[in-house]
């Protein structure tokens, strides 16, 4: 009963194709055929330039009242209300800075965290040397320390050397990395000796992100090496090449420009 049951829906179904293809084509009289026919493209429209109804970021001196209200998101950078906490720094502007900063000396990992993506939505040029502090603090947690790194040479790199030296000597290795990893960002010849140093760190991956900064930075090719599969003792045999090298050009030796991909014809 099933494979007739099936098979009746089936032979209804292609009955109802044939009348449906038969009215369209006309089948059977030619001359009540429908043909179907592509009809020309018509573009869509040019955006249209919709009117900017964004409320622009504080750009004067907190008032008193405004100041409190700082004050006061401060606890909310953790919660529900994280993200409009976080908004509401932003649109406080470039003075809240100085309010915001102290987020980063509070008990929650997560309020300092979000301090310091505030701070990159903001662009506050004036928290990077807050973000240097907590990336140099040994006693802040790896991912508190990482991210402080990372949006302070995004701001202003010019300070990150000092934060890279330290991280770079660090017990985590997941902070050395991170040290070995932004320093490629940081067109600074000071972070070169310190890269050339964690070449022959205890872990692989840490020194095989030294190893790529500096091809990055300085663009100098050593003889081949098997960086991916190398030991520690290696690396500490490779790393004299590097050693030489730093020597005979640290006096003159200037970052080239960074490459830029090339356009695809």
């Known amino acids: 009963m099933k494979r007739t049951y099936v098979g009746a829906i089936g032979a209804a179904v292609l009955l109802c194709l044939s009348w449906g293809m038969d009215i369209v084509y006309g089948w059977s009289d030619p001359e009540r055929a429908v043909w179907p026919v592509q009809l020309p493209y018509e573009a869509p429209p040019g955006n249209q330039d919709a009117p900017d109804v964004s409320v622009p970021p504080n750009t004067n001196p907190l008032t008193p009242e405004e100041l409190t209200r700082a004050e006061d998101l401060l606890p909310l950078l953790e919660g529900k209300q994280e993200f409009w906490a976080m908004g509401e720094f932003v649109h406080l502007g470039e ?13 929650s990992p997560r309020v300092r965290y979000n301090a310091i993506e505030t ?7 004036s928290g990077v040397p807050a973000l ?9 947690i790896p991912r508190v320390r990482e991210h402080a790194l990372r949006v302070a040479i995004r701001l202003d790199p010019s300070k990150a050397p000092e934060a890279i030296e330290v991280m770079a ?3 985590n290795p997941s902070v050395r ?4 990893f932004e320093a490629r960002y940081v067109r600074q010849t000071a972070v070169i000796p310190v890269l050339i140093s964690m070449v022959t760190d205890d872990e692989r991956f840490v020194a095989l992100s030294a190893v790529h900064s500096l091809w990055i930075l300085t663009r100098y090719e050593t003889e081949f090496h098997d ?8 690396r500490a045999v490779w790393v004299s090449e590097w050693v030489q090298w730093w020597d005979d050009h640290k ?7 960074p490459q830029r991909p090339k356009r695809k014809p």
């Open 227 to 234: 960086w991916d599969t190398s030991t520690k003792q290696d």
């Open 119 to 125: 701070l990159s939505m903001m662009k506050g040029v």
């Open 132 to 140: 240097i502090g907590t990336a140099k603090d040994v006693n802040e």
């Open 251 to 257: 006096e003159v030796f200037e970052i080239p420009e």
């Open 95 to 107: 003075s809240s800075i100085p309010v915001l900063v102290k987020a980063l000396a509070m008990p």
């Open 169 to 171: 000597k660090d017990l």
């Open 177 to 180: 990395k991170a040290a070995a």
